[in-house]
C-alpha cells in the first residue's frame, strides 16, 4: 500500500471517529493510526475526530489543551480534536460522562468537516458508535462501525456492574447500532459467530484482526542500558506490556511471582497504567516482591527497546466466557519482536492462534501456580525458548499490520462504491420522474 489508491475506485477522504490515538498508546489509537498511516500513503485523505490525548491516567499529556477544537497532522492524518469531560479511566459513571461528551462533541465537529465519502467510528464504548451512526444518517454517507470489543458484555465480565436494566438498555443500543451500520468489522471471528447469533446479517460482516507494525517491531538484542537501568541484567525476564486493568488479573500474576520470590534468576517487569495500576504498585510494595519492577506507561517509540528486555511476554485476563472471544494485541507485538508468550486467559480464539503457530503456551486463567510452574519450567530450558522465539519470529508476517490496512481499505472502498451506486441510481430515478 505505497503507491495509489489500491482496491478503492477512487481516493477516499475517509472520517473516522474514535476518542483514543497518539500520543495515547492503547490498542485502538495504536490500530487506528498503523491503519490510516497505510491508507495515506495509498492516496486517501484520512481525517480523524478524537479527543486531547489523556489516556488511561485522565491527565492531559504535555503539549496538549482541552479545547474545544484543534487541529494537527500526525504521518499525513488530518486529526481534529474536541473538547469532553476528562476523568481516569475508572468509576462507571465518570467514564460514562467522559464517553457521552466525546459523543456530542465529535458529532458535531464531523458536521463542519469536508463531506467525506465514508463514516467509521469504533468500539469499545458504543458513545462512540452513535456518534458516528447519527453524523452518517444526518449527512447521509455510508457507515462502517469497527468492533473492537461486546461492550457492554465485557463491562459485567469485568465485575464494573452487575446484569441490570441500564445494562439491557446497552444492549439495546448496541443491536440496533449493529443493525444500522452499513458494515460491521469485528476483530476477531468470534465476534463476528456472537454478531450472526444474535441474528445480524453475516453478508455485512467483515473481520479484520488485530496484528503488529512490522516497520517498527522485529526481535533485536536486549537493550543493555535499560537492562541496567532497571535491573533486569542477566535475568529471565517474565513482561507485562499494557493496560493495567480490571480484566488482566494482574493480582494473581503478583502470587506467581511471589510463588517464585526465591529464584533470583526470574524477574517479572511491568509497563503501563491503568485502573488498577495503583492497587498493583500498593501489593507489591505489601508483599515487599522484589522481583517485580514496576514502571510507568511509556511513550510508543520506547516499546521495542522495552520488549527487548523481555524473554517471555505474559497476557492474563480474568476467567470468564467473554475473554474466550478475544485476543489480546499485546500477542501480535511479541510475535514481531520475537518474544514468545504465555497466555492465562480462556480457551479460544487467542489460545487457538498460539496453538497453531507454537509461539508460546497456555496454561487456565487465574492458575497462579500453573503460571509459575510454566515461567520456572522455561527458564530452565533453553532449547524449549529458542524453539519457541523462532516460531514466534516466523509467525508474525501472517499478522502484518499493512496487509490488514489494506483488507480494511478494501471494505471501506467497497462501501463508499456502493454508496455511489445507490446515489447515482437515486438521481437518475428523480431525473425520471421529472
Not at 5 to 10: E, G, K, L
Not at 23 to 38: G, Q, Y
Not at 77 to 85: A, E, G, S
Not at 288 to 296: A, E, F, G, K, T
Request: glycine content about 6%; aromatic content about 8%; hydrophobic content about 45%.
Amino acid at each position: 500500500m505505497t503507491g495509489p489508491a489500491s482496491q478503492a475506485n477512487r481516493p477516499l477522504r475517509i472520517l473516522f471517529l474514535s476518542d483514543n490515538f497518539p500520543p495515547e498508546t492503547n490498542a485502538p489509537a495504536t490500530r487506528l493510526h498503523e491503519h490510516a498511516i497505510r491508507w495515506v500513503r495509498a492516496g486517501h485523505q484520512v481525517t480523524v475526530i478524537t479527543c486531547a490525548p489523556n489516556f488511561p491516567e485522565g491527565k492531559l499529556f504535555e503539549g496538549y489543551k482541552n479545547r474545544w477544537r484543534q487541529v494537527e497532522t500526525i504521518d499525513g492524518i488530518r486529526v481534529v480534536r474536541v473538547k469532553t469531560y476528562i476523568t481516569a479511566n475508572e468509576g462507571f459513571i465518570k467514564r460514562t460522562l467522559d464517553y457521552m461528551s466525546f459523543m456530542v462533541t465529535g458529532f458535531v465537529a464531523g458536521l463542519f468537516e469536508k463531506r467525506p465519502d465514508i463514516v467509521v467510528s469504533t468500539s469499545p464504548q458504543f458513545f462512540c458508535a452513535v456518534a458516528g451512526w447519527a453524523l452518517s444518517s444526518v449527512r447521509r454517507l455510508p457507515w462502517v462501525f469497527e468492533l473492537r470489543d461486546l461492550w457492554p458484555a465485557s463491562i459485567v465480565a469485568v465485575g464494573a456492574m452487575e446484569h441490570s436494566p441500564l445494562i439491557r438498555m446497552l444492549e439495546r443500543l448496541e443491536l440496533f447500532m449493529y443493525r444500522r451500520a452499513d458494515a460491521v468489522v469485528p476483530v476477531t471471528e468470534s465476534f463476528r459467530d456472537d454478531l450472526v447469533s444474535r441474528g445480524i446479517d453475516p453478508r455485512k460482516i467483515h473481520v479484520v484482526i488485530n496484528g503488529v507494525d512490522l516497520e517498527r517491531y522485529a526481535p533485536q538484542p536486549r537493550d543493555a542500558a535499560l537492562a541496567w537501568e532497571f535491573g533486569l541484567e542477566g535475568k529471565f525476564v517474565v513482561g507485562y506490556m499494557g493496560t493495567h486493568g480490571m480484566a488482566h488479573a494482574l493480582d494473581r500474576v503478583l502470587d506467581a511471582a511471589a510463588m517464585l520470590r526465591d529464584r533470583d534468576e526470574i524477574a517479572f517487569f511491568f509497563a503501563g497504567s491503568g485502573a488498577m495500576r495503583d492497587e498493583i504498585e500498593r501489593q507489591v510494595a505489601e508483599r515487599r516482591l522484589d522481583n517485580v519492577r514496576m514502571i510507568p506507561r511509556q511513550p510508543k517509540e520506547a516499546m521495542p527497546a522495552l520488549w527487548s528486555l523481555c524473554d517471555l511476554a505474559l497476557i492474563p485476563l480474568r476467567d470468564t466466557p467473554v475473554f474466550s472471544t478475544v485476543i489480546p494485541s499485546k500477542l501480535f507485538e511479541a510475535m514481531g519482536m520475537g518474544v514468545p508468550v504465555l497466555m492465562s486467559l480462556p480457551q479460544g480464539e487467542a489460545t487457538r492462534i498460539v496453538e497453531k503457530t507454537g509461539c508460546g503456551i497456555h496454561v487456565p486463567p487465574e492458575d497462579a501456580q500453573a503460571m509459575a510452574n510454566a515461567v520456572a519450567a522455561l527458564a530452565k530450558n533453553s532449547s524449549r525458548m529458542a524453539n519457541l522465539r523462532a516460531a514466534a519470529a516466523a509467525a508474525a508476517p501472517d499478522y502484518s499490520r499493512t496487509r490488514q490496512a489494506f483488507q480494511m481499505e478494501g471494505i471501506l472502498g467497497r462501501m463508499a462504491a456502493s454508496s455511489d451506486e445507490t446515489s447515482a441510481s437515486d438521481a437518475e430515478e428523480s431525473e425520471s420522474a421529472r
